[in-house]
């Protein structure tokens, strides 16, 4: 008996397979020539964020204001010091006038100010350190690039005056540093990933033709999404970290879907099914759990677009796109592939590993002795495997989002170092509070005094730690009065000043002006303005998410218990994620081992993130493994058999695929920024606990104690349509 296969999914296995040269050739070529083009800007130039557009909330208005305006200048400063030396001696002052002389004859170097020509620049009160400011000369956005002329000829003037610290501080050369920093860490964890990756397939699938299969079409589908998103960025301008989340993602369920694919095939295979027939039953139930997978993958992701924040947004068109991306491909070019490969994707068998394995697809005897056990005590295994993860879920609950500021920094790149001498001698240049203020004339009437009033105001109730400056636009249309506070702009210090300034000082002056409009922006503006953004908006990216994972689920299984067990057990996988999230970074748990300072809570913009990506990759394993379970139990097994046999033969795939992210996650704990700590660890802690816990013991707990009941669907629903799962072959030898 042979089962007649007849979904979409399998159709395009069938003509996928028969067109192997077109689907191959034509994906390579679809792969290097976008890719080259976009990356050569011969298609379409990638459209990024500008660092307006990245800044949410009224402190975003304000940037946006600013920049427009001509008001954001790209100001740098020569920072001199000398311990021993005062800046009253004539060698001193020799030293700050070689350091004007030269930034003035420097490339993308205007309007340099010294203290000695009383143009600007400051001296220390100490009298051990001086400032000269000066301005890089391009566009804003192009700054990192620009300021490396001037950065060079601080670094020769260094070396000329070995006796004094001279460098160099502003927006510009501490983006170009963090940036240098921030690409290699990324890049790291890319070149570090990848040997991982094919190290865990090489021992899982035990021939180097089967492991090289799911990383080299996950590659190709990462370097084709990132020509493609491309095309939304003219709509959606993408943050800087798109590539990084592109390749964390892609590798991810690209890894995951060729598994389960491949998987598949080759179980049809040993049943005794022909390369053609193999693949048929192959694409009509893997093919068709990576569909499912892939789309509420996507749902999840898209949830990042309610959020309204410019970054958010680009993080969801990168991962929905790079989602879709790998699906098709798994879809489209994968049974090309093992067509033309057949049984030869088994060669280049690893010694021992290659002999001692069982063929791909074979049932995992470790999963089916654990299945077997938790089935004959649900009880006991449901309440300590769900009590495990509630205990880890607990300190979730007083969870402190923060804002990673300078001091969570790697505190030994040269940058930070520099920074710290620069506030320690000018502390009223290290933190300020700006108020933009937009008017028809910001120089005369009511708007000029209350602009007055508002600089009297913040020097008297103390806000003020040195002089207030107050720079006009060219028609005099948008002032900006920029506040010099205490504090680094995340602490509580910085948050107080900014409510009184917002609160009181601006609705009492500048903001009490008929035609006058003021925002508010700076550090700490920025930082409050995100962390109230993603308290309003998560709920709704939560309800979202989880309404339309609950349709997709209803609608595939035809059960109401299902999609509401499979969100119960995800939350939970989540929650206890956020919780070891608490413990490590809040709490302060494990600094050592992971060598960083704990700043007392978590990344602001860490919890939002982690729901999307976690529910998304770990409704892949859930659906992925049912689809096995109702497959079985449709040809008439009963659910405690339809669930020991599913997950028995579906495990080793899922943990080979757990352990690939888990692993690749991991390389992210080891990287110097605490974002990226933090967002390795949460990331590999959920995936091991769904993988594990979830999968191996909630789950076949719960579906043994509900038993039928899992299928149920109230008379209400039964208009919904039927979703075929098609036979396995020993079912129907059955």
């Known amino acids: ?58 402190a975003g208005e304000a940037e946006e204001l600013l920049t427009d305006a001509g008001l954001k200048p790209t100001s740098e400063s020569a920072f001199i010091q000398s311990k021993d030396v005062s800046v009253e001696d004539p060698a001193f002052r020799a030293v700050i006038g070689d350091v004007a002389k030269t930034l003035s004859h420097t490339e993308n170097v205007e309007n340099v100010r010294s203290p000695i020509d009383g143009k600007g620049g400051a001296y220390s009160e100490d009298g051990h350190s001086a400032l000269i400011e000066f301005e890089i000369a391009g566009d804003p956005e192009d700054v990192a690039i620009d300021v490396k002329a001037s950065i060079a000829a601080i670094e020769d003037l260094q070396k000329e005056h070995s006796s004094y610290n001279v460098e160099q501080f502003g927006n510009g050369s501490a983006q170009e540093s963090l940036m240098g920093t921030l690409n290699s860490d990324v890049g790291q964890a890319g070149m570090l990933s990848l040997p991982i990756t094919l190290l865990v397939l090489l021992v899982a699938l035990g021939a180097l033709v089967a492991a090289s299969v799911p990383l080299v079409l996950a ?311 995100f962390s109230d953004l993603m308290k309003d908006r998560m709920p709704l990216v939560f309800a979202f998410v989880l309404g339309l994972a609950f349709v997709l689920m209803l609608v595939t299984f035809r059960s109401i218990v299902i999609p509401i067990k499979a969100i119960i057990l995800n939350l939970l996988s989540v929650g206890a994620a956020y919780g070891v999230l608490v413990l490590v970074f809040q709490e302060g748990w494990g600094e050592d081992l992971l060598g960083f300072t704990s700043n007392g809570g978590v990344a602001n913009w860490l919890p939002l993130f982690l729901f999307v990506i976690l529910f998304g990759l770990s409704m892949d394993y859930h659906v992925f493994i049912l689809t096995r379970i109702r497959e079985l139990y449709d040809q008439g097994m009963s659910t405690e058999d339809a669930v020991r046999k599913g997950i028995a033969g579906s495990a080793g795939t899922v943990t080979t695929a757990a352990v690939v992210m888990v692993l690749v996650f991991s390389v992210f704990a080891t990287l110097s920024y605490l974002d990226f700590k933090e967002m390795g660890v949460g990331l590999a802690v959920a995936i091991l606990i769904d993988a594990t816990i979830i999968r191996g013991v909630l789950l076949p707990a719960t579906m043994s104690l509900l038993g039928d009941w899992n299928w149920w669907l109230p008379k209400s629903l039964q208009w919904l349509p039927k979703v075929r799962h098609e036979s396995s072959p020993e079912a129907a030898r059955a």
């Open 1 to 58: 008996m042979q089962t007649n296969n007849t979904n979409f999914i399998a159709r395009i296995a069938r003509w996928s397979s028969e067109h192997r040269k077109t689907a191959i050739l034509g994906w390579l070529a679809f792969v290097v020539v976008l890719f080259g083009g976009v990356m050569n800007a011969q298609v379409v130039e990638t459209q990024r964020l500008t660092s307006a557009e990245s800044v949410a909330g009224e």
């Open 219 to 529: 590659l190709t589908s990462v370097l084709a999404t990132m020509a493609v998103v491309a095309i939304p960025s003219q709509i959606f301008p993408l943050d800087g970290n798109t590539d990084a989340l592109i390749l964390l993602i892609g590798l991810a369920v690209g890894v995951d879907y060729a598994l389960f694919y491949m998987r598949r095939e080759r179980e049809e295979r040993a049943a005794g099914r022909s390369t053609k027939d193999a693949l048929q039953a192959a694409a009509a139930t893997s093919g068709r759990a990576v569909f499912i997978s892939g789309l509420t993958v996507i749902i999840a992701m898209a949830g990042m677009f309610i959020t309204g924040d410019a970054m958010f947004i680009s993080f969801a068109v990168a991962t929905v796109t790079v989602v879709a991306v790998t699906m098709a491909s798994t879809l489209f070019v994968l049974p090309a592939v093992l067509a033309w490969l057949r049984d030869r994707v088994e060669k280049g068998r690893i010694p021992f590993v290659g002999r001692r394995r069982k063929p791909i697809g074979g049932e995992s005897r470790f999963w089916s002795q654990v299945t077997s056990r938790v089935m004959r005590h649900p009880v006991a295994s449901a309440v300590l495997a769900g009590g495990l993860l509630v205990a880890l879920a607990i300190p979730a609950l007083g969870m402190n989002m923060v804002q990673t500021g300078t001091d969570d920094l790697p505190q030994d790149l040269p940058i930070v170092k520099t920074y710290d001498r620069f506030t320690e001698a000018f502390p009223a240049e290290a933190n300020s509070v700006e108020v933009a203020v937009k008017s028809d004339d910001v120089t005369a009437g009511p708007v000029a005094a209350a602009i007055d009033e508002l600089v009297s105001g913040a020097q008297a109730s103390g806000i003020a730690i040195g002089e207030s400056q107050v720079n006009v636009n060219d028609d005099g249309t948008v002032a900006v009065v920029a506040i010099p506070t205490a504090g680094n702009g995340t602490d509580a210090k910085s948050m107080a000043d900014l409510d009184e300034v917002r609160n009181e000082l601006v609705p009492g002056t500048v903001g009490s002006v008929d035609g006058a409009t003021a925002y508010v922006t700076g550090p700490a503006a920025q930082s409050g303005d």
